[in-house]
C-alpha cells in the first residue's frame, strides 16, 4: 500500500498504489458503473468477510447472514422498482446507459452465482461449527433421547401454531405475506389412493431453528456444545403426526420476497393514515422473487408459480439453505470463544473532566466523538441533561431511525413531561422503520412533543439536536450534528461521529433548518450550515473547483472523500474534472460506487477504496486541500449527513457541518479520515474494470487495521493535546500508517 497517496506526490495515484495498470475507455463503454451491479459487487465483499479466517467462527456466520438479509432488501426494493420499470414500459436508460430489462438480465446472472456461492460458504461454515461443537440441522446429531424431546417439542408448541390447507377448488390459495416461508406436502390418502397437495405456512412468530437443551443427551458432546434444529425441517421430520391417514410422498420448502418499495404520492392530505394503509399493502406487495428446495416437487412448484403470479425468472432453486438471514439465531449462540473479543466503549474524557455537565463541556469548546468506539451515551445524556435542567427552554431533535429501544425517545418524553418546548421531526418515510417510527410519534405525542413529519415529497435525512438554554440575560444554542442516527443498537456497529459545538453561527443555522423543516420557511443567508436540497450540491461542487484552481496554479489540490455511496453523476463528473486538471482525488467509498477509477484521459488521478470490517463504516466526511498539502491544518473539511447521491442531494434535507475548532479539524482529517486511508488490513481496492481485490501491504510496511486502531488508543474526544504530546500514535502520510 503506497504510503504517500496525495498532492504530496505528484505520480499518479492510481500508479503509486500499484493497484492495477492504467485503462483506456473503449468507445463504447460507460464512464460509469451500474449502481445494482456495484451494488452487488458491495455485497461480494461483505459475503468474502465470512471467509476471513482472521475472524472467530460465529463472527463469520454473521457476515453470511448480513450478506442475506442485504440480498433479500435489495431485491424488494431495487430489483422490484425494475421490474415494475418493466412492466410499465418504461425504458430510461440507467447512468450506464443500460436500460431496466438489461439491468435484470445483468442483475439475475450475479444473483445466481451470489447465491451459490452463500451455500458454499455457509457448508464451509456448518463444517466448522460442528467442528466446534455447534451443529446445525443435524439429523446425524438426533439421538434418541433428542428425538423424544423433538417430538414432544412439536406436538406442544408447534402442532397447536400451524394449520394445513389443502390446495384444491374448494379451498382459494392462501396469502403469503412478504419474507413468507411454507411447506407444500405432497399426500395419498391411504383409503382411497386420493392425491392432494397441502400447504403449512411457518408463522412469523416462530423462530427459524429450535435449540435443543443442553440437558438432552446428545444435543452437544460437551460444555458449550449445541444442536440447532430448522423449524422447518422439525415440521416435515414430524408430519405424520400434521397428516394421519395420508402417506407422504414429497414435500418441500419455499420462501417468498415481495415489492416493499412505499410511495407516497405528493398530494397525500393525512400522512400518517397514508402510511399506515401503505406499511399494510407493502406485506401484500408482488412476489419478486420464489426461493424453493433444488428437488421441489416439479408438479408443486408449477402450483406455486402459478398461483403467486410470477414466472421462471422470479425463481431461484437452492440446494442449501433457504433464507440465509436466518443464521443471525445461531450467531447469538453464547460462546465468546467463537466471536469477537468483547469492546466497551469509552465515554468521552473532555466530558468527564466536566463532572459530566455536557453544556459546561461543549462551552469550553467544540467536541468530537468518534462512535463506536466512543459511547452513544453522551448523546442521551445531552438530552437528558437538557431535560432535567431547569435553564433549558426548547429541544429540537430530527428522528430518522431511532430504533425499537430507544433512550432518546425517552429522553424527549422527560423534557416535555417536565415543562419543556420539544418538537421532533420524525420521519415515516425511513424504509423498514416505517411502523416503528408511527409507534414513536404517537407515544411523544402523548406526551406533549410537537411532532413534524416533514415533506410529503423529500425525506428529512439530517442528524440533528438543538437545546435553547437561558444564560444571564440571554440564550445559548447547543447543537449535536451526526453522521449517523439516533439509535442505540447500530451506535454500537456504526461508525459514525457525533459534533457538538456551542457556535452561535452554527446554532442559528440550525434553528433556520428546522424551521424550513416544519413551517416550508426557505433558509436564507446561512452563516456555516450548507443544507439539502437548498444550496449542499452547490458548495461541493464549489470545493471540487477550487481544487482545480488551484492545482492549475501550481498549488497542491487533492480531495479526500469518505461516503457509504457515490452514485450522483453531477459529482461525478466534477471529480473526473478535478482529475483532468491534476487534483489528487482519495475516494473511501464503502458501498456503491459508479465512479471508473484509473482511466486514462478520465480519472487517472482517482482512487477508490471501501473498508468493509468488523464495524460499518458510516460516517461521511469531505476534505479538500486547500491550496496547501494534504492532510494539513488549512485543509477544508467538513462531516454531513449526506452521500454523494442524488436523492441526498436533491430530495432528502441533509446536512454539510464545517469543522473549524483546529482541535476538532486534526482528529477528523488526521486522525478518522487519514487512518481510513491508510487502512491496509480490511481494504478493498476498485479497480477500472469494476472488480475489487483487497489491498496488499506492501513489504517492509506494517499492515495497519482502522478499527484496530481506534479500539486501542486513548479517547480522541477533545483531546488535542494528547496528538501532540504522543498519547494518540499520530498517523502519517510518508513513514507508514503509525509515527
Not at 141 to 148: A, D, G, L, T
Not at 543 to 561: M, V, Y
Not at 610 to 621: A, K
Amino acid at each position: 500500500m503506497s504510503t504517500s497517496p496525495t498532492g504530496t506526490d505528484p505520480a499518479p495515484a492510481a500508479a503509486a498504489a500499484g493497484t492495477t495498470q492504467m485503462a483506456v475507455l473503449g468507445p463504447d463503454e460507460s464512464p460509469y458503473f451500474n449502481r445494482e451491479l456495484s451494488w452487488l459487487q458491495f455485497n461480494q465483499r461483505v459475503l468474502a468477510e465470512a471467509c476471513n479466517e482472521a475472524y472467530p467462527l460465529l463472527e463469520r456466520l454473521r457476515f453470511l447472514s448480513i450478506s442475506g438479509s442485504n440480498l433479500d432488501e435489495f431485491m424488494m426494493i431495487r430489483v422490484a422498482g425494475l421490474v415494475g420499470q418493466v412492466q410499465r414500459g418504461f425504458d430510461a436508460p440507467s447512468i450506464d446507459g443500460r436500460s431496466p430489462a438489461q439491468q435484470l438480465t445483468a442483475i439475475r446472472e450475479t444473483l445466481a452465482i451470489l447465491s451459490q456461492r452463500q451455500q458454499a460458504i455457509w457448508r464451509q461454515l456448518r463444517t466448522g461449527l460442528a467442528g466446534a461443537d455447534i451443529h446445525v440441522a443435524d439429523e446425524e446429531r438426533v439421538s434418541p433421547e433428542v428425538h423424544k424431546w423433538l417430538g414432544r417439542y412439536f406436538l406442544n408448541e408447534i402442532l397447536p401454531i400451524i394449520t394445513p390447507q389443502a390446495l384444491d377448488p374448494a379451498h382459494p390459495f392462501p396469502f403469503v405475506q412478504n419474507e413468507g416461508m411454507g411447506l407444500l406436502f405432497t399426500l395419498k390418502r391411504e383409503a382411497t389412493g386420493e392425491q392432494l397437495i397441502e400447504m403449512v405456512l411457518l408463522p412469523s412468530a416462530l423462530p427459524r431453528f429450535v435449540r435443543v437443551p443442553d440437558g438432552v443427551t446428545g444435543a452437544g458432546s460437551g460444555k458449550g456444545g449445541a444442536l440447532y434444529i430448522s423449524i422447518a425441517r422439525l415440521i416435515q421430520r414430524y408430519a405424520e403426526a400434521l397428516f394421519p391417514g395420508f402417506t407422504i410422498e414429497g414435500d418441500g420448502l419455499f420462501r417468498v420476497l415481495r415489492d416493499s418499495d412505499i410511495e407516497i404520492a405528493e398530494e397525500a392530505e393525512d400522512l400518517v393514515r397514508t402510511f399506515r394503509s401503505a406499511i399494510q399493502r407493502r406485506r401484500r406487495g408482488q412476489v419478486i422473487q420464489l426461493e424453493i428446495d433444488e428437488d421441489f416437487d416439479p408438479a408443486a412448484e408449477s402450483l406455486l408459480l402459478d398461483q403467486l403470479g410470477i414466472n421462471e425468472a422470479a425463481l431461484i432453486k437452492t440446494d442449501g439453505m433457504i433464507g440465509i438471514d436466518g443464521l443471525a439465531e445461531i450467531v447469538r449462540e453464547d460462546r465468546p470463544d467463537l466471536k469477537f473479543d468483547a469492546y466497551s466503549p469509552r465515554f468521552p474524557e473532555r466530558i468527564r473532566e466536566h463532572d459530566g455537565d455536557a453544556f459546561s463541556a461543549i462551552r469550553e469548546k467544540d467536541i468530537v466523538v468518534h462512535h463506536p468506539y466512543e459511547s452513544f451515551e453522551v448523546v442521551v445524556d445531552f438530552i437528558r441533561q437538557a431535560a432535567a435542567d431547569p435553564d433549558v427552554v426548547a429541544i429540537k431533535q430530527t428522528l430518522y431511525r431511532a430504533g425499537s429501544q430507544s433512550a432518546v425517545i425517552g429522553a424527549l418524553i422527560e423534557a416535555a413531561e417536565a415543562g419543556k418546548s420539544v418538537t421532533a421531526v420524525v420521519e415515516l418515510k425511513a424504509r423498514f422503520d416505517e411502523e416503528q417510527n408511527l409507534k414513536w410519534a404517537s407515544a411523544l405525542e402523548r406526551a406533549g412533543v410537537q411532532v413534524i413529519y416533514g415533506f410529503t415529497d423529500w425525506k428529512t435525512h439530517a442528524k440533528v439536536a438543538m437545546v435553547v438554554r437561558r444564560e444571564g440575560d440571554t440564550f445559548r444554542t447547543y447543537c449535536h450534528f451526526g453522521t449517523g442516527n439516533y439509535h442505540p443498537v447500530t451506535a454500537k456497529i456504526y461508525t459514525d461521529l457525533s459534533f457538538f459545538t456551542a457556535d452561535a453561527k452554527m446554532g442559528r443555522d440550525a434553528a433556520k433548518m428546522f424551521n424550513f423543516v416544519t413551517g416550508y420557511v426557505e433558509p436564507h443567508a446561512l452563516e456555516r450550515l450548507h443544507i439539502a436540497p437548498i444550496d449542499l450540491r452547490t458548495e461541493i461542487y464549489d470545493r471540487i473547483d477550487t481544487e482545480i484552481a488551484n492545482a492549475q496554479d501550481g498549488k497542491p489540490a487533492a480531495i479526500w472523500l469518505k461516503c457509504n455511496q457515490l452514485t450522483d453523476e453531477g459529482v461525478i463528473d466534477r471529480l473526473y474534472a478535478a482529475s483532468n486538471a491534476g487534483v489528487q482525488v482519495e475516494l473511501v467509498v464503502r458501498g456503491i460506487c459508479c465512479l471508473r477509477p484509473g482511466i486514462a484521459g478520465l480519472s487517472e488521478n482517482i482512487r477508490v477504496k471501501s473498508v468493509i470490517g468488523r464495524f460499518l463504516e458510516h460516517s461521511r466526511i469531505y476534505a479538500f486541500a486547500n491550496g496547501h498539502p494534504m492532510p494539513s491544518a488549512h485543509a477544508a473539511v467538513f462531516i454531513a449527513s449526506a452521500d454523494m447521491m442524488s436523492r441526498n442531494l436533491d430530495r432528502r434535507v441533509e446536512t454539510l457541518i464545517p469543522i473549524l475548532n483546529r482541535t476538532v479539524h486534526d482528529q477528523v482529517l488526521q486522525q478518522v479520515l487519514l487512518a481510513n486511508m491508510l487502512d491496509s488490513e480490511q481494504s478493498w481496492w476498485l479497480h477500472p474494470d469494476g472488480s475489487y481485490s483487497r489491498v496488499e501491504t506492501e513489504a517492509g510496511v506494517k499492515p495497519f487495521n482502522c478499527h484496530r486502531y481506534f479500539m486501542t488508543n486513548p479517547s480522541l474526544s477533545g483531546r488535542g493535546g494528547s496528538l501532540e504530546a504522543g498519547a494518540v500514535p499520530k498517523l502519517s502520510l510518508r513513514r507508514g500508517a503509525v509515527a
